[in-house]
């Protein structure tokens, strides 16, 4: 019995070239602003069209301010990048959701909140967390902008088929713990390169507890193992998610639709070529300590000793560890931070409001924290008003910015200054990532809430969450 993922692949397959790459035909190509224009450059060099254009979305995301979005764009870079995607998709047809519209947003949310990315689906984009969408059941997975332009003139690409791998993580989560620490520990199991020429499938009891927007999480941090993406097989709880959403099928469509997502599994005897078990009760709320999101630690652990690195690593360990002004051995609790950043693809949903809002609830933000809560999507926004988190968040002294990838990758204004902590529910963690110099500790929803009202790092079970 083939696995999820050979279903799916096979199913897309036009043809393969002998000891060569398979043809892959793509359901759904999204394009952002910053890795699309020199493939709308070379189709227009080519003379080309774009072969279905009713299956490419367009959306600036990485470059939009999160202030004050009605007005011009004060960086250039930024400006030019957003007006050249609006013109590219006006010129070639394609949907386009641009700035302050509805629709628009960070496109990794967007997609699976509108009911474009759906089960079964292959699914690209010129981002490497587009493996998100693998949360809806489908093969979802980065390219490059050449292969965007392939995707565009043929609706197809190249790819290598990658190895399978299944993780299965048993058991039930602690209070406190949620889908972003489970990745976190995933990531300091298998380090940054152990799920490398793999996708993998995600599956046991505690993937199955998930709700959807948390399996997003899982899926959306699948690249930083590695990993060339990440999906849990569809069921009930994906049904319910898609069911009424804009692009959802409807009616007859939607029962036959249904109807064949149910297929969307493994079988009981699939074969692997390589699958892992975990156990939730071994995992903790966690934070970062290095500079890559493989280098994690319970919230109540101490940083590894020297004596914990093999050889090979000990440099690289005590380089990082000099970038971030921690020490070997050293417990984080208790460590005073300055900025807190809650949204991103990994982390910018209506659940992760709700838990942040579940922490501050009742509580004042630090004096010395500066935090920037920005939604997924004007549809996250929209929801935070309907279930007035925006007034608890506002009587904790935080205010909400517009939608975007924001302090992520600080590609607009929101750049953490150098030398400050930032605690982020972002995805990397990188030398500057958010900013020249600036130190970033990567954490959960909860495990960021407990540090805007407490000034430090701060283990969540410890405060009083509102239900």
Known sequence: ?????????????????????????????????????????????????????????????????????????????????????????????????????????IIHVVGPEKGLSLPGMTIVCGDSHTSTHGAMGAVAFGIGTSEVEMVMASQCILQQKPKSMRININGKLQKGVTAKDVALYLMSKLTTSGATGYFVEYSGQVVKDLTMEGRLTLCNLSIEMGARGGFVAPDETTFEYIKGREFAPKGEEWDKAVEYWKTLKSGDDAVFDKELNFEAADIEPRITYGTNPGMGIGITEAIPTLDDIDDAGKASFQKSLDYMGFAPGEKLLGHAIDYVFLGACTNGRIEDFRAFASIVKGKKKAENVVAWLVPGSWLVDKQIREEGIDKVLEEAGFAIRQPGCSACLAMNDDKIPAGKYSVSTSNRNFEGRQG???????ASPLVAAAAAVTGKITDPRELKIEG
């Not at 224009?37 to 080309?48: D, H, I, K, T, V």
């Not at 400006?79 to 050249?84: A, L």
């Not at 020249?436 to 990567?442: C, D, E, F, K």
């Open 436 to 442: 020249p110099g600036s130190r970033t500790i990567l």
């Open 1 to 105: 019995m083939n696995t999820l993922f050979d279903k799916i692949w096979d199913k897309h397959v036009v043809q393969k070239i002998e000891d060569g790459p398979t043809q892959l035909y793509i359901d759904r190509l999204y394009c952002h602003e910053v890795t699309s224009p020199q493939a709308f450059a070379g189709m227009r060099e080519r003379g080309l069209k774009c072969f279905r254009p009713d299956h490419i979305y367009c959306m600036p995301d990485h470059n939009t301010p999160t202030h004050d979005q009605d007005k011009p764009i004060e960086d250039p870079v930024s400006k030019k990048q957003v007006d050249t995607l609006a013109k590219n998709a006006a010129d070639f047809g394609l949907t386009h959701y641009g700035m302050l519209s509805k629709d628009n947003g």
